[in-house]
């Protein structure tokens, strides 16, 4: 057996001696090898030491590509050579630490040496010759760069000095394993009822104290704005519209988890605005935090009978609605609640917003469709309204919806008055129908929620 085990990886210059080493079997010790070259030429090889290793120094006097061979009985080995005039020179820039690949997302340290820069040179790290990655200077005759990349597959990079001074290697970008969810639920109410208040939270791995998050329903809808305490969160949450729906905590573009919920219909049913309007509540408006209700009267004719069909009802608000925006020019309509003399609950202006129906707008404003200022409103009327502004003063502590308290008006400076009140308690005006609220049944609703709460 006869092998190579050092030779020239590269050129090599003409009438510039190199060295070849290598190994044979011990059996040929003392003996030489036969040197052929170029397939024609034959002179004496090196003679075989006793331990089976040989050494051969030679040089070439004529450039082109040549073949050296060496053999011993039926033993031989070949070695082919590219011979030049001048060898190139050797690279001032080099990477010395570059891994084969890196997941895609990630950041990366490159290294490497650039001979004969001054500290403080500035090179060009490149990708593909066109994408600029970095510009590290050069400090003792090295240099480094964080480089990273979102796009996968194979990446040229190019280290560029001065004029054609630059090396480059090839590097794969592969995608990154799925980092372990940040973001997690751990409470969940299962099932839940429409129009009932629950408390919704999870944990918020590595985000710091007073981080916020948004949590959000049917990829579209902002519920809340959670904040991070001690690597939880929490939120109360409360849904008019019944069904399967999607609950998503958000913490950035790629740090989110979901929950798909049941929402199951309540003892209290509201018509979500989307069944009348696909118009939202624009987001611009200040956000309400309801300090008490105020109870109101569309105070426009042409209502619909008790009898009417959800879809005239819903036609009704749609007119109710073009009335407040293009007539009174305001941004939405101005009550958060529409009754119907069906009954019907309409959600009107989002809840989360402040309305434009008593001035001060400290609170919901629900309406009766109609004009109650000799008529009363009916029972059905008087059950929603029960109904609905037991439901309102649970969601805000109110335990006592009888009992006057000071309250801040629009024309008559600070009043005592009940926590549900009504729109002439505050602003000079007729709404909604006879003094003291008696076509409204104010009293009535008033003592209707407390036996409830």
Known sequence: MLTITQAPQGAVQVKQQFLITGTASTSYAGRKLMLTIDNQYTAPGPVVAADGTWQLNFLFQQTGNRRLKLAIDKDS??????????????????????????????????????????????????????????????????????IGFHQTGK????????????????????????????????????PIQAEEIVTIGG???????????????????????????????????????????????????????????????????IVVRTAWNSTP?????????????????????????????????????????????????WSDIGYHYIIMPSGRIFEARSDKKRGAHDVVNDGWGIAFDGIY?????????????????????????????????????????TRNLPPICGHRDRVATECPGSEGGRTVRLADIRQGVKAKL
């Open 281 to 329: 509540t624009p987001a611009e408006l200040p956000e309400l935090k309801p300090l008490r209700i105020t109870i109101h009267h569309t105070a426009l004719s042409g209502s619909p009978s008790t009898s009417a069909s959800l879809a005239t009802d819903a036609e009704r608000m749609r007119y109710i609605w073009r009335s407040h925006v293009n007539g009174n020019g």
């Open 77 to 146: 080995v070949e070695l082919p050579l590219s011979v030049v005039t001048t060898l190139p020179p050797t690279p001032r820039l080099r990477f010395a630490n570059l891994p084969q690949q890196i997941p895609s997302g990630q950041s990366v340290m490159v290294t490497g040496s650039a001979d004969g820069y001054a500290d403080g040179t500035a090179l060009l790290l490149r990708a593909d010759k066109q994408f600029e990655l970095a510009r590290p200077t050069v400090q003792a005759g090295k240099w480094q760069a964080a």
């Open 373 to 413: 200022s000799r008529a009363t409103i009916n029972q059905q009327q008087f059950q929603s309204a029960v109904a609905l502004c037991t439901k309102l003063c649970q969601r805000i502590g109110i335990k006592d919806p009888v009992t006057p308290i000071p309250t801040p008006t629009a024309d008559y400076g």
């Open 155 to 190: 990446r040229l990079i190019e280290i560029i000095g001065s004029g054609q001074d630059r090396a480059q290697v090839e590097l794969q970008v592969v995608a990154a394993p799925p980092r372990p969810p940040r973001l997690r639920f751990t409470q969940v109410p299962k």
């Open 203 to 269: 944990e918020a791995d590595s985000y710091a104290d007073g981080a916020q998050l948004v949590l959000r329903v049917d990829q579209k809808y902002e519920l809340a704005r959670p904040l991070v305490q001690g690597g939880k969160w929490q939120a109360p949450i409360l849904f008019h519209q019944t069904g399967s729906r999607l609950i998503e905590i958000i913490g950035s573009e790629q740090d989110r988890a979901q929950v798909t919920i049941d929402v199951q219909a309540g003892d209290l049913q």
